[in-house]
């Protein structure tokens, strides 16, 4: 029997699996592209527009450090600039994701073991995942290029960007499948394989910092720590501006690589085994995990340090840009126009402080989502059943579970607050009020946040095997409405169904209170639905 047989079963089984993930992966990364396309097209209408933006671009550390480097005043060169790390770190996530669910996963619940009692090779699980998951990125590139191309832009550039975005989804594959093979749980390799999604993102903003403006000042070429990062790869590619077709072949190169090391880990490995020992727990338990309190707070309590990090040091950042923004509106009024769009208000910096607030609260909805869906994830693997077997009533557990992830929101909006209004007092010479100030603003984000919250509870109470799906999709809709929807210029018909929409943009405009009480009207009553719901069906669903 070859360690490939029953391959083609499995990616059956894979797709089968996963055809709603999979479908909304192939089709929302080409329609989230035209978007964002069309909405710089919007806001970047003609040659003058485009020549402050990447000058603005080119000599500002912030933005290179957050969108990448500036390619040239082409509209497309613009387009890449303003939606590349978007798409790149979501395709990047969903591939690792993608990668983990089908071999990791299947080992850790038990299913692989299942798998293996019948004709089925030692890598067939592996290939199976790895062949889905490539062949969705390239799906998704080739539907991106015509997305592209309908937005207006040139087919030989939008082949080139799409090609770099769908490299990056290739690459990271490769690093999932390393990744799957070294940690025991999904939820380890997931976290070995975002923290490389970070560090790539961190050696690709590195090296556009430390890379040399041109002459005219409208291009950067990046420095060599871009080089060796796979979301820096796709930057490389200069699409719209004298394609390097040649780089494409490093995330080839990277697949290859890595599947030939994942092969040789999962030789060296049990099954349902990883090669990085778990770290062993103390021999007693404390006491609080006796409760649903505690336990919930120790199962939540490294996601929450993990997006308290990145919160801490993308606020720092937000804030100290927000001087060079209030320099930048002289030189580029297209991008203070979609700032204010999106942060409303008159002021140009308050505005951008208020958009940079509601991009940490739509940020902050995936913790909510991440932090509550876990309890599927409880009931899927049995820890539900388990627990409910005790003297805990069902209404406690989904209620503590909740209550934990809205304080953990709370939190880290507050310190998204705080650190913004430092960095912006830091450069303004009034830390502590700037940060208090702010803090407060952060805050009347939370009613939305509970929306997000009541929306999760709602589906695990009533669609409990569609919940996971259907909260991620509700998410990016909140995200693309609230955030999206008044650059694009939606009726407001559809700008209302998002959470987002109705929270005051403090500091931009005064606080008013009834959109807040009526968004925590909603939430109490979706909250209320779920746990009803919850009470009365049956576990496991």
Known sequence: MSALTGTPRLARLVLRRDRIRLAIWILGTPLLGYALAG?????????AARLGYATTSASSLVARAFNGPIAGTDLGAVVVAETYATLAVIVALLSTFAVTRHTRQNEETGRAELLGASVVGRYASLTAALLVVVTANVLAAVLLAFALVGAGLPLVGSIA??????????????????????SVTSRGANALAAAVVGLSFVLRAAGDVFGDSSA??????????????????????????????????LPVALLLAGVALAYALAERRDQGAGLVAPRRGPATGAPRLLSPAGLAWRMQRGTLLGWAVGVAVLGLSMGVAGDEFNAMIDQNPAAAEAITAMGGGTGFVDAYLAAMLGLFALTLGAYVVQALLRVRGDETDGVLEAALAGAVSRTRWLGTQVLAAVLGAVALLLLAGLTTGLGYGMVTGDPLGSAIELAWAALLRLPALLVVAGVVTALFGLLPRWSVVLSWTALLIFLLLGQLGA??????????????THVPSVPAVDPAVLPLVVLAAVAAALLAVGLAAFRRRDVPS
Do not use: C, H, M
Not at 39 to 47: F, K, L, M, N
Not at 487 to 500: D, G, H
């Open 39 to 47: 909405s710089v097209a919007g806001i970047y209408p003609d040659q």
């Open 161 to 182: 960007a799409a090609a770099a975005i769908g490299g990056v989804g290739v690459a990271f594959t490769a690093i999932a499948a390393v990744t799957a093979q070294l």
């Open 216 to 249: 005219a000042g409208t291009r950067v070429d990046s420095a060599w720590p871009s080089w060796i990062s796979p979301l820096g790869w796709g930057n490389q590619v200069r699409a719209f501006a004298g394609e390097l077709w040649w780089v494409l072949a």
């Open 487 to 500: 650059v694009l210029k939606l009726p407001q018909a559809a700008l209302n169904v998002s959470p987002y």
